[in-house]
T-cell receptor, first 115, second 117 residues
């Protein structure tokens, strides 16, 4: 069975500082991995996805993530935080076959940006 | 391009009643997914429909059901509502390439907030 662990339910950084949100996965086969962001009272917006091409994936809003198979990790980073980045972030995994299209989500990390 | 649309935005019911939530996928998407986001429980997969058929189901009781229409829109029905059904219900859609095993990303609507009194 697949699972996703996001280390840290709350992360707080200063505006302009590095953002690092951690995600580790477990999967019996090489997974597909996704990061989504949820702003208050909204649905989920796709930030980026890893589908076995380049291990360093660039997404929207200046975010990127690196797939590290040896560490079973897919951490999300942004060099310089902006106030508008304050939101909840979800890492998700799916299996790359037709029979298991569901996404399995981590518990989420709430990112707070301090002025 | 219009995104995934869900209605209603908010729904208030009492215990024992039935609720119907609706979802229209992005044009060209044939797959619709339903997720429940309950306080303290995170995002849980409910149902997956593709081409009008139920393809996968999460660990939810049978009183959670749904269907997909020929235009690929979908309904989620919850019967005999219980207090713990209070949650944000998110619908997502994606396309599935016929000749590929690659997973297309799921695109989400803004959800229906269901409150059970």
């Amino acid at each position: 069975a697949q699972s996703v662990t996001q280390l840290g339910s709350h992360v707080s950084v200063s505006e302009g500082a590095l953002v690092l949100l951690r995600c580790n996965y477990s999967s019996s086969v090489p997974p597909y991995l996704f990061w989504y962001v949820q702003y208050p009272n909204q649905g989920l917006q796709l930030l980026l996805k890893y589908t076995s091409a380049a291990t360093l994936v660039k997404g929207i809003n200046g975010f990127e993530a690196e797939f590290k198979k040896s560490e079973t990790s897919f951490h999300l980073t942004k060099p310089s935080a902006h106030m508008s980045d304050a939101a909840e972030y979800f890492c998700a995994v799916s299996r790359p076959n037709q029979g298991a299209q569901k996404l399995v989500f981590g518990q989420g990390t709430r990112l707070t940006i301090n002025p | 391009e219009a995104g995934v649309t869900q209605s209603p935005t908010h729904l208030i019911k009492t215990r024992g009643q039935q609720a119907t939530l609706r979802c229209s996928p992005i044009s060209g998407h044939t797959s619709v997914y339903w997720y429940q986001q309950a306080l303290g429980l995170g995002l849980q997969f409910l149902l997956w429909y593709d081409e009008g058929e139920e393809r996968n189901r999460g660990n939810f009781p049978p009183r959670f059901s749904g269907r997909q229409f020929p235009n690929y829109s979908s309904e989620l029905n919850v019967n005999a509502l219980e207090l713990e059904d209070s949650a944000l219900y998110l619908c997502a859609s994606s396309s599935i390439p016929k000749r590929s095993l690659s997973n297309q990303p799921q695109h989400f609507g803004d959800g229906t907030r269901l409150s059970i009194l």
